[in-house]
Nanobody, 125 residues
Framework: EVQLVESGGGLVQAGGSLRLSCAAS????????IGWFRQAPGKEREGVSC????????YYTDSVKGRFTISTDNAKNTVYLQMNSLKPEDTAVYYC??????????????????WGQGTQVTVSS
């Protein structure tokens, strides 16, 4: 069974850092593209970042560019989202997702097939 489990969320002060992990089972990252999404209370879910397994290319939405980094450890079947210089507006539930395509270059929700349960990130002022 394909499963994605996020971890690493928590409470952090503005300017701090967190690293989110997404552990996958039931499939190999080599055959998928991985995305990170987030949803704040009262707001729509938005794509944050993604990585394409075809060539390892990455994408970041403008609001996190230069602060967040997506990476994968294929040996561990795990994807990470390193979040630095966190801001209160980064507060949200963060989800990882996997798509049965190797060439996805934007985190478009409809393109992803499997989703984790989400992990809460709260950034205080």
């Amino acid at each position: 069974e394909v499963q994605l489990v996020e971890s690493g969320g928590g409470l952090v002060q503005a300017g701090g850092s967190l690293r989110l992990s997404c552990a996958a089972s039931g499939f190999t990252f080599d055959d998928y593209s991985i995305g990170w999404f987030r949803q704040a209370p009262g707001k729509e879910r938005e794509g944050v970042s993604c990585i394409s397994s075809s060539d390892g290319s990455t994408y970041y939405t403008d609001s996190v560019k230069g602060r967040f980094t997506i990476s994968t450890d294929n040996a561990k079947n795990t994807v990470y989202l390193q979040m630095n210089s966190l801001k209160p507006e980064d507060t949200a539930v963060y989800y990882c997702a996997a798509a049965l395509r190797t060439e996805i270059y934007y985190p478009i929700e409809a393109l992803y097939d499997y989703w984790g349960q989400g992990t809460q990130v709260t950034v205080s002022s």
